[in-house]
């Protein structure tokens, strides 16, 4: 049943879209990122209008005083599981609003966030990339706090949730729930 | 702006479907029609004009950029043009070609853009898909040109960066024929298109008298008949050089508006193309001397740049004191010039026509939000300050921050912070 959901969220996340007092240039990129060029509704990714039904979150901008109260609520908002892509160099780390005295250093100063993608102002397609990166880690992780619940003494032990997933799923596998414990009770060393 | 109406108050934004940006209108209505309005803009107020100030001149160029992603090139044209000036530098005739053939460009991405999300706040989202797709052509070509597809960076203090190819020249035409059957295909049918006509004629009408009483820019001033366009009445870069009409209207609606902005598009193709076939052979800068040399002969002087950006005219005063940095800037938008004109046409029009209408004046929010001062007194609010209260108030801000340096008019000790500075990075 939980890949079955991890399925379905992989495969259609909508974003929520908000400036929090970027220059546009990471804006007109972002929503070009859904424009017939580069399309990226053919991932089933939409443009959704309020947070309640939005799964990712791609903010820009250095962040103002203003907008941060508002970020947070926009945050808070979004239904879990929820991801937060900070979308530019001054999203990612004020960029050259930095020391500005209006201006935060970041998404990350005021939300947790889950993807940092650079660039002044980022590509559509790095965009692009970053979304799908993002949704295959979340995935991985989703499955991985699964596993840590039904078998939480992998988690006692100290090995990290990470290296407890199977690293590459056997093709022939059979689909049940059985199948990513087993590999969990010898976890493969992971050269770092 | 804030006078007392009666009714229900409506709040829009700051986050909202039809804005792209951070803005809050409160919207007081009787049944379905506005009778007031008032706007809270400065959700995107970053300190651009206070950060600036510790900057050279070079530096100062891309912090600039960065004030709107749009009309990013009109932003950096307008303080070179006002830094040259003050250096009494005479810019190349290749340099002020590329500059011109950018801006150009740059007119056409933003008013497709525009194209786009006005389709989009109709409800038309075919419009903005089609208008989006077709503006990805002057994207590459900028792309091609500068490395870059939104901050250009072309600009530097006495000319340009990047030099433009034949290969490019010949890029751009090709590109231009491409862009030139999509632009008649729009000026054909936006204007008579059913859906188009029903949510634009006659909605959101500012009328001559309206227009020059507040001092309407650009687009919206030329659909109300008034023919202001700075490339025209104080031409800069190659403006001179190069055939084009000013793109009037009287009809003062929204209708008027996509047609003058359709038709400029028409007209800056017409630029493009003069500019790519007759660009003269020469240098790229003004003067060989390294950028350091340059700022080292800013004089104590003050100067006012002019510039048509794609929303109106852009006006940069810049106060030099003799050191390497300025000693103020201050930035005055098209948009902001046209805020007031999107408050009166708002008062007797429908709710539901409220993003169109906001969305008509092509609005930057991230260009407007600078602190305002009103100096007669006779709009007062709890937020408005005149002159002396706003000293009173900056002088106490600094005096309750120990830590924050007071920003001083004294040359020597700026020279020695702006050494310093440099250090750190």
């Known amino acids: ?192 | 702006m804030s006078e007392k109406a009666s009714g229900t108050e409506i709040p829009v934004g700051p986050q909202h479907p039809s804005l792209k940006e951070p803005a809050n209108f409160t919207l007081t209505v009787d049944g379905e029609v506005i009778t007031g309005a008032q706007m809270k803009l400065s959700y995107n107020h970053r300190g651009i004009e206070q950060a600036v100030l510790s900057k050279s001149y070079i530096e100062a160029i891309y912090l600039l950029e960065r004030i709107c992603g749009i009309c990013s090139h009109a932003h950096t044209s307008a303080f070179t043009q006002g830094v040259e000036e003050l250096l009494d530098l005479e810019v190349p005739p290749r340099a002020r070609y590329i500059r011109t053939l950018i801006g150009e460009l740059e007119r056409i991405h933003s008013h497709m853009l525009w194209l786009g999300v006005a389709g989009h706040e109709i409800g038309f989202d075919t419009l903005w898909q089609y208008a989006w797709r077709d503006r990805e052509i002057v994207m590459d070509l900028l792309e091609e040109i500068t490395g870059n597809r939104v901050h250009y960076s072309i600009n530097t203090i006495g000319g340009v960066r990047e030099d433009l190819t034949d290969e490019h020249c010949e890029t751009i035409l090709e590109g231009m024929d491409d862009l030139a059957e999509r632009i008649d295909f729009y000026q054909e049918t936006v204007p008579n298109e059913e859906t188009v006509r029903m949510r634009c004629e006659d909605v959101g009408v500012v009328p001559e008298d309206l227009a020059r009483e507040y001092c309407a820019v650009g687009a919206v001033g030329r659909a109300s008949g008034v023919p202001t366009d700075v490339r025209k009445d104080a031409p800069y870069a190659a403006y001179d050089d190069v055939d084009f009409d000013v793109i009037t209207d009287d009809r003062g609606d929204l209708l008027a508006r996509t047609v003058v902005r359709i038709g400029e598009i028409a007209q800056a193709i017409r630029i493009i193309r003069q500019v790519a076939k007759r660009i003269p052979e020469g240098d790229l800068k003004a003067s060989a001397k390294p950028p350091q040399a340059l700022l080292a002969q800013v004089p104590e002087d003050d100067v006012v740049s002019r510039y048509e950006a794609p929303r109106g005219e852009l006006i940069h005063y810049v106060r030099a004191d003799g050191t390497d940095t300025p000693a103020r800037v201050h930035i005055r938008v098209p948009t902001l010039a046209n805020w007031p004109t999107v408050v009166e046409s708002l008062k007797g029009s429908y709710i539901a026509d409220t993003p169109i209408v906001v969305a008509g004046i092509d609005p930057c929010i991230s260009c407007t939000s600078r602190i305002g001062v009103e100096t007669d007194g006779n709009h007062g609010g709890e937020n408005a300050f005149d002159l002396d209260e706003l000293r009173e108030y900056g002088i106490e801000w600094y005096d309750d921050r120990s830590d924050v340096e007071r920003p001083s008019l004294d040359g020597d000790e700026r020279t020695v912070s702006g050494g310093t500075r440099g250090d750190r990075a």
Request: hydrophobic share 35%; with cysteine.
């Open chain 1, 1 to 192: 049943m939980g890949r079955i959901i991890d399925w379905a969220r992989n495969r259609s996340p909508w974003i929520l879209h908000l400036n929090c007092g970027s220059c546009n240039g990471c804006d007109i990129e972002t929503i070009d990122a859904l424009m017939p060029r580069y399309d990226i509704e053919r991932f089933g990714i939409q443009q959704k209008d309020t947070p309640r039904h939005a799964d990712i979150l791609v903010a820009t901008g250095p962040v103002t005083e203003q907008m941060a109260p508002r970020l947070k609520r926009v945050y808070e908002q979004m239904p879990e599981p929820k991801l937060v892509i900070a979308a530019g160099s001054c999203a990612s780390t004020g960029g050259v609003f930095y020391d500005c005295y209006n201006c935060r250093e970041g998404i990350d100063d005021v939300i947790p966030v889950d993807m940092y993608i650079p660039g002044c102002p980022t590509s559509p397609e790095a965009l692009i990339d970053g979304i799908v990166k993002l949704l295959a880690e979340s995935g991985k992780e989703a499955q991985a706090e699964r596993l840590a619940e039904k078998k939480p003494e992998i988690v006692e032990e100290g090995t990290p949730i990470d290296e407890a997933v199977p690293k590459e799923p056997d093709a022939d596998r059979t689909e049940t729930d059985d199948a990513p414990q087993e590999g969990a009770d010898e976890p493969e060393p992971v050269e770092v």
